[in-house]
């Protein structure tokens, strides 16, 4: 069956069973490991890709930071080697869910609200393949950072988005997408929580997102974020996974998706597993099973027989062009230009520059703050307002910043290709 065809599986709520069939256990009781096959059994079904290779350089200076640290300490705090940062600032990954953005414009067209549910869990699952080689880490944003970018689609305009850094202590990223061409937004917030756990480094993940389809009668979808782990800090090869359960639910549907991003164990199993239940008043109706970074497979009734089809593949899938303003008409503050020394040394693999550029980065904001306290001044978010519940909601596009920003996009513009600005 073809992937589509997986779409059109029955839309019968008649409960599929909770549990998958299982193999019977071999009675024979299992011989001792050896040390190699400990290894091929812990990095079974990982892709080169997703482990970090350690020069002799890399694994000293991780060996001087691990001193640093104790079990359950925060990690926010520390500062993380350059050699094992992301290229770019956290508020430009957290847009990544727009990668495939039109799975979610055209999950709206769909008037069963069971076909929706369907089609949002293949957005929110096909974003987390958008990462770089190894173990890498994005820039920690600096307080009032902002990153903006256009994600085009191909018959429904422009996806805008936009996030800010909100907060310093605790590190809080406020978000907002918008398809006014499908009156779809996307809003919500995220705060990542560091903690050492011993041979881990995770990053546990506390926020909402919010979709909102407005040609449904404004139907509200809210969503959270899985964990990331960094494994093998101490021993072992370094590898990254993500793990723990999140959900989907929309309350005007009776609609709730279960996702759970497996841990693999230490023997057996393989790693970037994902696992989903898509269930109408607590009745399941589809799973899901797969790989995120690779492909996935759903299941439902089809004619009194279990069907099983691809959903989604990673190879195959549409990638939405993203377009970000050229440097020459950012502000200071937005991301690109705000590291863009940092970004071009660790691209230049030059970790002795690469940590003078962010210490710059962060000495300036350490300033800023001591100017702040000196003055009595309080930071306030300049494109979003505190809301209920730790929600932080956009100002709009008609805001004096958000039009300031797009003023001067097209006086730069203007001066560049034409030499003249724009008539007040």
């Given at each position: 069956?073809?992937?589509?065809s997986a779409?059109?599986?029955?839309?019968?709520?008649?409960?599929?069973?909770d549990?998958?069939?299982?193999?019977?256990?071999?009675e024979?009781?299992?011989r001792?490991?050896?040390k190699?096959?400990e290894?091929?059994?812990?990095?079974?079904g990982?892709?080169?890709?997703?482990?970090e290779?350690l020069?002799?350089?890399?694994?000293?200076?991780l060996?001087?930071f691990?001193?640093?640290?104790?079990?359950?300490?925060?990690?926010?705090k520390?500062?993380?080697?350059?050699?094992?940062l992301?290229p770019?600032?956290?508020?430009?990954?957290?847009?990544?869910?727009?990668?495939?953005?039109?799975?979610?414009?055209?999950?709206?067209?769909?008037?069963?609200?069971i076909?929706?549910?369907v089609?949002?869990?293949?957005?929110?699952?096909?974003?987390?393949h958008?990462?770089?080689?190894?173990?890498k880490?994005?820039?920690n944003p600096?307080?009032?950072?902002?990153?903006?970018?256009?994600?085009e689609?191909?018959s429904d305009?422009?996806?805008?988005?936009?996030?800010?850094q909100?907060?310093?202590?605790p590190?809080?990223?406020?978000?907002?997408?918008?398809?006014?061409?499908?009156?779809?937004v996307?809003?919500?917030?995220?705060?990542?929580?560091?903690?050492?756990?011993?041979?881990?480094?995770a990053?546990?993940?506390?926020?909402?997102?919010?979709?909102s389809?407005?040609?449904?009668d404004?139907?509200?979808y809210?969503?959270?974020?899985?964990?990331?782990?960094?494994?093998?800090?101490?021993?072992?090869?370094l590898?990254m996974?993500?793990?723990?359960?999140?959900?989907?639910?929309?309350?005007?549907?009776?609609?709730?998706?279960?996702?759970?991003?497996?841990?693999?164990p230490?023997?057996?199993?393989?790693?970037?597993?994902?696992?989903?239940?898509?269930?109408?008043?607590?009745?399941?109706?589809?799973?899901?099973?797969?790989k995120w970074?690779d492909k996935?497979?759903?299941?439902?009734?089809?004619?009194?027989?279990?069907?099983?089809?691809?959903?989604?593949?990673v190879?195959?899938?549409?990638?939405?062009?993203?377009?970000?303003?050229p440097l020459e008409?950012?502000?200071?503050?937005?991301?690109?230009?705000?590291?863009l020394?940092?970004?071009?040394?660790?691209?230049q693999?030059?970790?002795?520059?690469?940590?003078?550029?962010?210490?710059?980065?962060?000495?300036?904001?350490?300033?800023q703050?001591?100017?702040?306290?000196?003055?009595?001044?309080?930071?306030?978010?300049?494109?979003?307002?505190?809301?209920?519940?730790?929600?932080?909601?956009?100002?709009?596009?008609?805001?004096?910043?958000w039009?300031e920003?797009?003023?001067k996009?097209?006086?730069?513009?203007?001066?560049?290709?034409?030499?003249?600005k724009?008539?007040q």
């Amino acid at each position: 069956m073809s992937s589509n065809s997986a779409l059109n599986v029955s839309n019968s709520v008649d409960e599929i069973s909770d549990t998958d069939s299982s193999s019977v256990a071999d009675e024979q009781a299992p011989r001792e490991l050896t040390k190699e096959e400990e290894q091929s059994e812990m990095f079974k079904g990982q892709s080169e890709d997703d482990i970090e290779i350690l020069n002799e350089n890399t694994k000293s200076m991780l060996m001087q930071f691990m001193g640093q640290l104790k079990i359950g300490m925060d990690l926010t705090k520390i500062p993380i080697p350059c050699d094992f940062l992301e290229p770019r600032s956290l508020l430009e990954k957290l847009t990544d869910f727009n990668t495939h953005a039109h799975l979610l414009t055209t999950a709206m067209d769909h008037d069963d609200p069971i076909q929706r549910m369907v089609n949002i869990v293949r957005w929110y699952l096909s974003g987390w393949h958008v990462k770089p080689k190894g173990v890498k880490k994005p820039y920690n944003p600096v307080l009032g950072e902002v990153f903006r970018c256009n994600y085009e689609l191909k018959s429904d305009g422009l996806m805008t988005c936009i996030g800010e850094q909100v907060s310093h202590h605790p590190p809080k990223s406020a978000i907002y997408a918008e398809c006014k061409q499908k009156k779809l937004v996307l809003e919500g917030w995220y705060y990542p929580r560091s903690k050492f756990l011993g041979n881990s480094a995770a990053s546990i993940s506390e926020g909402i997102l919010k979709i909102s389809f407005g040609s449904r009668d404004n139907e509200v979808y809210t969503a959270t974020w899985p964990s990331v782990y960094a494994r093998g800090v101490i021993f072992g090869k370094l590898i990254m996974e993500m793990a723990g359960k999140t959900k989907i639910e929309c309350k005007k549907t009776n609609m709730l998706a279960e996702i759970e991003f497996k841990a693999k164990p230490f023997f057996g199993g393989e790693y970037n597993v994902v696992s989903a239940k898509i269930k109408h008043k607590k009745k399941t109706l589809y799973q899901i099973r797969g790989k995120w970074n690779d492909k996935l497979y759903i299941k439902g009734k089809d004619s009194d027989k279990e069907t099983e089809s691809l959903f989604f593949e990673v190879k195959a899938a549409e990638v939405v062009p993203k377009h970000v303003p050229p440097l020459e008409v950012q502000r200071d503050n937005e991301s690109r230009k705000l590291w863009l020394n940092l970004t071009k040394a660790i691209k230049q693999n030059d970790v002795q520059l690469a940590a003078i550029e962010k210490d710059k980065v962060e000495t300036t904001q350490r300033n800023q703050k001591k100017e702040r306290e000196k003055s009595g001044e309080v930071h306030k978010p300049k494109l979003f307002k505190p809301g209920p519940e730790d929600f932080w909601t956009f100002i709009g596009f008609d805001s004096d910043e958000w039009k300031e920003l797009q003023q001067k996009n097209l006086e730069e513009e203007l001066l560049k290709k034409y030499g003249v600005k724009p008539q007040q």
